[in-house]
């Protein structure tokens, strides 16, 4: 079955410690994931995609197949981080996402 | 001002009732999403249609049905069928980039009284 397993619900650290936010995922094929990521009073929004090997406000995101992983990496954080993340696996040929059940990101000043 | 809208922000349903929630895009974009998220379970697929005139159920689809008449519309109906209403409903839509972007709405917080 396909799935996405995000294990943390609230992730809380203080301004400038690393971040680390946990995705797992279960899919037969290559993979191909991302990261949303939805800010308070805004609309969820792409943070980042592993095909582009890319760094968004100091996120990157790391595809792991041994592991069957992508987690999400930040070395300093900062209060402006704090939202709701959630990791997705692109399924079949129509393109729908399959969401994790979404980690809160608390950084505290 | 160009993306997706959906209407209306807030919709209070009686039981038994009808509902219709509004996704409107004026990005081209062929193919369009709903979503229905929920505390602590993520977002689910609810439909999905990748042109005009032809949709496909997601993993929810049971009390929801939709239409796909414009390019640019693709409302849902919430009907009595569907046991627990009450949630976040994300529209989105699929980007012509190589990426496979979703665009998504504002989203309507729908409740059943």
């Known amino acids: 079955a396909q799935r996405v397993t995000q294990p943390e619900k609230l992730l809380s650290v203080f301004k400038g410690a690393p971040v680390e936010l946990k995705c797992n995922y279960s899919?037969?094929?290559?993979?191909?994931l991302f990261w949303y990521v939805q800010y308070s009073r805004q609309r969820l929004q792409l943070l980042l995609r592993?095909?582009s090997r890319e760094s968004i406000k100091g996120f990157t995101a790391d595809l792991n197949k041994g592991e069957t992983s992508f987690h999400l990496k930040k070395p300093f954080a900062q209060e402006e981080d704090s939202a709701m993340y959630y990791c997705a696996l692109l399924s079949g040929g129509y393109n729908k996402l399959i969401f994790g059940a979404g980690t809160r990101l608390a950084v505290h000043p | 001002d160009g993306g997706i809208t959906q209407s209306p922000k807030y919709l209070f349903r009686k039981e038994g009732q009808n509902v219709t929630l509004s996704c409107e895009q004026n990005?081209?974009?062929?193919?369009m999403y709903w979503y229905r998220q929920d505390p602590g379970q993520g977002l689910r697929l609810i439909y999905y249609s990748q042109i005009v005139n032809d949709f496909q159920k997601g993993d929810i689809a049971e009390g929801y049905s939709v239409s796909r008449e414009k390019k640019e519309s693709f409302p849902l109906t919430v009907t009595s069928a569907q046991k627990n209403p009450t949630a976040f409903y994300l529209c989105a839509s699929l980007g012509q980039g190589p990426y496979n972007e979703q665009f998504f709405g504002p989203g309507t917080r729908l409740t059943v009284l």
């Open positions: 990005l081209n974009h062929d193919a």
């Open positions: 899919y037969s094929g290559s993979p191909e």
């Open positions: 592993h095909i």
